[in-house]
């Protein structure tokens, strides 16, 4: 269809022809780039964010990850999880069924009752929760088809705007998923269902890792 | 202080009493006014139906008309929008610089009836009575066109006797748009009636707006139903003293 | 229910296709709730954004920006894509995009394809030709599942089927899913979608989405959405193609940070939608290996051309100003007869077919810039409107046909008439004469014949007065001050 390219690039630049628009570089851009909320408040916000969605969140020091992830694993009556394949050894929690993505099959990981994963980043104005799918983060059908999903967010990775977790990309990522809060419908008489289709049930352990010492679980 | 009145085709045909309480009005508040007999139409309705050979002419004939003016008033959100947004895209069409240039030197001295009172003459309080429950519609052009803003609610807010009950959806269109409301009656009637809800429940005597053409489409409903409200425009209100009360309105 | 028609080249003008959906009650309170619900969402999160007209002039203006430079970035984008694994065509029109996409997937030998919503694919009616060629589309966003299965067509861009009610979908899905005890409450209707659907995310092997984002700087494609039908449609099949408007197109990926957050809250009035997924050409091991990306044209190089117009290309597909319009709220989606409806609807929909057909959109519409004011990429739709009912008028004032059409006659009589103001006063006169006969004691006027008759059939009309405000200053004492 090269005939087709060429056509259409001929039409566009005789239809952009003559126009002069501002340079890229000076697009207004006068809107939030950065957020102005301490660390606290800052956190405060992304608890808040996240539990507005339904999602379930618990927080913990760096050494009590391990336990912590035990703990949640335990609380969900559920007993095989799909794990990728970077995701630190000591998350293992014992006593359940691990299944390591060295390329499971799709019929393999939707056999799996939940996934633990870690994360990118966090958008606390937003709840948002980032993934780029690298070796802890995992191929993009674990955090997709098994329906209890559990994520490692260090606090140190929570900004407070969008604006904020684009500056920290040291590049842009080839895969991205940005999960805020369970799948939703709205589309039968604007009646917000939750849990369409992806994990249902969303669980985020918040590890303090920039040396806040008080621990506050609220749940 | 000097104006110079544009009444519009409409108001000068169909609400003649409109015209008389913004004279009386502006008189009161120690306005010389002039009526250019010149004036016709500033060209809406034909710019906004697809006419728009037909529009220049008209827009020509306003800015010749009124160059000269200390000031001019249009109690008519729409046509004051009219002049600002369109008339520079028609003269840009004809190529014509010089009107151009005459516009734009007009423009600031061009004022919808709110704006005159409150920026040009700087008062909110007219000395007006009207003791009545009154509800206020936002008309489009006004609102979001020309940024009345809070004016209308000032203006209201001052005048004696005056029981203002908030319309909700004030910011609805009512349905008139202009030959919208001819070449999609159906429609057009269809959001007069939820307009009409909204006046109703509001208990209020009267509805007011900025524009006669939202009130002409409003009224003819409440008219034609019987309904216990009755449309006046700003400027009837305004102009109503103890004294001097408003005109027999419809 | 009267049989809709979505085609711009055959469907009913839009005041014929409004009237039997104004008589229809369920439906326009249908869309009043949805439309009431969503646009209260976006005006609470709008009002805590205190940057928000300064991301709306970015947003405007990245889009400007992009269209003005269309060519390079789709080059760039092109490379980009290319070089990370995908495959890049080029649709000048709804035809050849339809043929390039039978021809992929009839390579794959697919018999199925499931699909993410996506307007374009109805833009150039992609469905039908895959029947044709022996491919079943299987619609996954709920609405078009319930769309498909009920035989109807989207009535809003991003809520379509929001003119259907519980019971109506329970009563199709109990029919279509076999499903005799279904009730029709919302989470029980919402879990048989998902069971039937997930067969066949499980199973089907080719999907088809479309794009809210392609970034021309990595050749990244971004999608929004709610359910996860999407994540399901680019992720488990083999085979995935995205087509794509060519005014789709963002320059790099940190523009991201703009685009998402107006579309969010303009479209469903949350400060993020539950899942976005961005993906580029293809990574080996995590999803579709075989990825195609469609550009499409289809008018919109014409659209570009065009100083007033190309604004109209800036759309992000948000839905905001068919949630705000008060005539879409009356009507809904389908008295539009296209997939695009409400204000977008009346401008890029006459644009798309050369202003050959849905000469009636650009007049759907009160003028009231309601949409304008909601509109995230600021697009002055009312401008637009008013500059495409004069392409119209151009047109139609040539035809023969127009010598005995009142309305034109009427304009050109009333445009002689305020050319002077000796022919103005006469006219008034004989306005006023001429009325006399229908003006009734009362001083008011019931029924007007001709054109006028549409005005009266629901609205009275006041006399016209005696004396005109000009002859009445012209009788005021002089010395009056």
């Known amino acids: 269809m090269s005939g087709a390219r060429q056509q259409i690039l001929d039409r566009i630049r005789r239809a952009i022809s003559g126009g002069s628009a501002a340079p890229y570089s000076d697009l207004p851009r006068n809107y939030v780039r950065h957020g102005n909320l301490d660390e606290a408040a800052r956190l405060s916000l992304m608890v808040e964010r996240l539990q507005e969605y339904d999602a379930d969140v618990v927080e913990c020091t760096p050494d009590d990850l391990p336990a912590c992830i035990a703990d949640r694993l335990q609380s969900s009556g559920k007993h095989t999880f799909v794990a990728p394949p970077g995701l630190p050894v000591e998350w293992l929690a014992a006593g359940f069924d691990w299944k390591l993505d060295h390329g499971l099959t799709h019929a393999e990981v939707e056999a799996c009752d939940g996934v633990v994963t870690a994360c990118f980043a966090g958008v606390a104005d937003s709840g948002t929760i980032v993934l780029h799918h690298s070796a802890s983060e995992g191929r993009r059908i674990l955090t997709l088809l098994p329906d209890w999903h559990l994520c490692v967010v260090r606090t140190s990775q929570i900004v407070e705007t969008l604006p904020e977790y684009f500056a920290r990309c040291p590049k842009p990522p080839a895969l991205a998923t940005y999960i805020s809060g369970p799948s939703a419908t709205a589309d039968i008489e604007m009646t917000r269902i939750k849990g369409v289709h992806g994990p249902r049930f969303l669980h985020v352990i918040l590890v303090h890792d920039e040396g806040l010492a008080e621990v506050r679980n609220d749940n | 202080m000097r104006a110079s009145l544009f009444i519009t085709c409409y108001n000068d045909t169909l609400f003649p009493e409109t015209g008389r309480a913004v004279v009386h009005l502006l008189e009161r508040l120690g306005v010389t006014l002039e009526f250019n007999p010149g004036q016709t139409c500033c060209g809406q309705m034909h710019a906004n139906t697809g006419f728009r050979a037909e529009a220049f002419s008209q827009a020509k004939r306003f800015v010749r008309l009124y160059q000269d003016a200390e000031a001019v008033v249009i109690p008519s959100t729409s046509c004051v929008a009219m002049i600002r947004d369109q008339y520079h895209g028609l003269f840009q069409e004809l190529g014509n610089d010089a009107l151009r240039q005459q516009l734009t030197s007009l423009l600031p001295r061009v004022y919808e009836l709110s704006e005159f009172l409150i920026d040009h003459l700087g008062v909110d309080d007219v000395g007006a009575y009207f003791p009545h429950r009154v509800t206020y519609h936002a008309s489009c052009h006004g609102l979001r066109g020309l940024h009345v803003g809070d004016r209308p609610f000032r203006l209201l807010s001052k005048v004696r006797g005056l029981e203002l009950i908030p319309l909700d959806n004030l910011d609805r269109c009512c349905g008139f748009g202009g030959t919208f409301s001819i070449k999609n009656a159906e429609v057009s009637s269809a959001m007069l009636s939820t307009k009409l809800q909204d006046v109703l429940s509001t208990r209020a005597e009267y509805c007011t707006a900025l524009d006669n053409s939202c009130l002409m489409h409003l009224g003819g409903a409440t008219h034609r139903e019987f309904a216990p409200v009755r449309t006046v425009h700003l400027a009837q209100i305004l102009a109503s003293t103890q004294s001097v009360p408003a005109e027999s309105l419809a | ?481």
Request: proline share 5%; net charge positive.
């Open chain 3, 1 to 481: 229910m009267t049989p809709v028609d979505l085609d711009p080249r055959t469907a009913p003008t839009f005041p014929q296709a409004a009237l039997p959906i104004l008589r229809n009650a369920q439906l326009r309170k249908n869309v009043a709730h949805a439309t009431d619900v969503i646009q209260a969402k976006r005006a609470r999160l709008v009002a805590e954004k205190t940057d928000w007209q300064q991301l709306r002039t970015a947003a405007a203006a990245i889009k400007d920006d992009v269209l003005g430079h269309l060519d390079q970035y789709l080059v760039e984008f092109e490379e980009r894509c290319t070089a990370t694994g995908g495959h890049v065509h080029w649709a000048s029109d709804a035809a050849e995009a339809r043929s390039i996409a039978v021809e992929i997937l009839r390579k794959e030998g697919a018999t199925e394809a499931i699909k993410i919503k996506t307007m374009t694919s109805t833009e150039i009616q992609l469905n039908p030709a895959l029947e044709a060629a022996g491919i079943k589309a299987v619609e996954t966003d709920l609405a078009e599942l319930i769309l498909q299965l009920g035989d109807d067509e989207p009535s809003h861009i991003v809520a379509p089927a929001l003119h259907v009610n519980r019971s109506q979908v329970r009563e199709i899905f109990a029919r279509r899913m076999g499903l005799a005890d279904l009730t029709d409450d919302p989470e029980a209707l919402t879990a048989a979608a998902r069971a039937y659907l997930r067969k066949k995310f499980l199973s089907v092997d080719a999907a088809i989405c479309g794009a809210n984002f392609l970034v021309a700087e990595t050749g990244a494609v971004t999608i929004v959405e709610s359910e996860g039908n999407g994540r399901m449609c680019l992720t488990l099949p083999r085979t995935l193609i995205a087509l794509s408007g060519i005014e789709k197109v963002v320059p790099t990926f940190r523009d991201l940070e703009v685009m998402l957050q107006v579309l969010a809250r303009s479209a469903t009035g949350e400060r993020m939608n539950p899942y976005t997924s961005l993906w580029t050409g293809v990574t080996p091991g995590d999803g579709p290996q075989n990825f195609h990306v469609v550009l499409l044209d289809n008018s919109r190089s014409s659209i570009l051309a065009r100083h007033t117009e190309r604004q109209t290309l800036r759309c992000i597909r948000c839905a905001a100003c068919q949630n705000t319009c008060p005539v879409y709220r009356q009507t809904g989606g389908h008295a539009y007869g296209s997939v695009y409806g409400g204000p977008i609807g009346a401008i890029l929909t006459p644009q798309l077919m050369h202003m050959d057909h849905a000469q009636s959109l650009p007049f759907a519409s009160s003028l009231c810039a309601a949409c304008y004011e909601v509109c995230p990429v600021k697009i002055n739709i009312p401008e637009v409107l008013i500059e495409l009912r004069a392409q119209v008028v151009d047109r139609e004032r040539k035809q023969a046909a127009r010598a005995f059409d009142l309305m034109y006659i009427g304009m050109r009589v009333a445009n002689s008439i305020f050319a002077s103001a000796w022919r103005f006063r006469l006219a008034q006169r004989m306005g006023r004469l001429a009325l006399r006969p229908f003006t009734h004691k009362d001083g008011w006027i019931h029924a007007l014949p001709s054109l006028g008759s549409r005005w009266t059939m629901t609205r009275d009309l006041r006399r016209l007065p005696d004396q005109t405000f000009r002859d009445w200053w012209a009788a005021r004492p002089k010395d009056k001050v």
